[in-house]
Nanobody, 117 residues
C-alpha cells in the first residue's frame, strides 16, 4: 500500500512561483508518478507525469512553466510551478502507479493552490 501526502500549496500572485512536494510512503519503485489538478467547475486534468526512468509529459497548459521531478531515494515527487496564472488555481493531487491513460492507483488528499491576479 502506498500513501501520498502533498505539501507546498498556498496563495501566490500571478507571475509568482510555488513548489509542491509529494512524499510517498510505501514502495513506489517502478511506478510512474504525476500531478493532476481540479479547478472549480472544471474536469480533472493531468498536469504532468514522470516515469521511473525519468520520461516526462506535460499538459499543454503548463508546458514551459511547470517542471516535474522525482527523488527516488527520498521517495518524493516535486512540481515546480513558475509564472503562475489565475487559471492555475485548483486543488493539486499527487498520483502514483499508472493503470492506463489518466488512471492511477494511488492518489493524495490534494493541496490547494490559489493564484491571484
Amino acid at each position: 500500500q502506498v500513501k501520498l501526502v502533498e505539501s507546498g500549496g498556498g496563495l501566490a500572485q500571478a507571475g509568482g512561483s510555488l513548489r509542491l512536494s509529494c512524499a510517498a510512503s510505501g514502495r513506489i519503485r517502478g511506478y510512474t508518478m504525476g500531478w493532476f489538478r481540479r479547478a472549480p467547475g472544471k474536469e480533472r486534468e493531468s498536469v504532468a507525469t514522470i516515469s521511473w526512468s525519468g520520461l516526462i509529459t506535460y499538459s499543454d497548459s503548463v508546458k514551459g512553466r511547470f517542471t516535474i521531478s522525482r527523488d527516488n531515494v527520498r521517495n518524493t515527487v516535486y512540481l515546480e510551478m513558475n509564472d503562475l496564472k489565475p487559471e492555475d488555481t485548483a486543488v493539486y493531487y499527487c498520483v502514483g502507479q499508472s493503470l492506463g491513460v489518466d488512471k492511477f492507483g494511488y492518489w493524495g488528499q490534494g493541496t490547494q493552490v490559489t493564484v491571484s491576479s
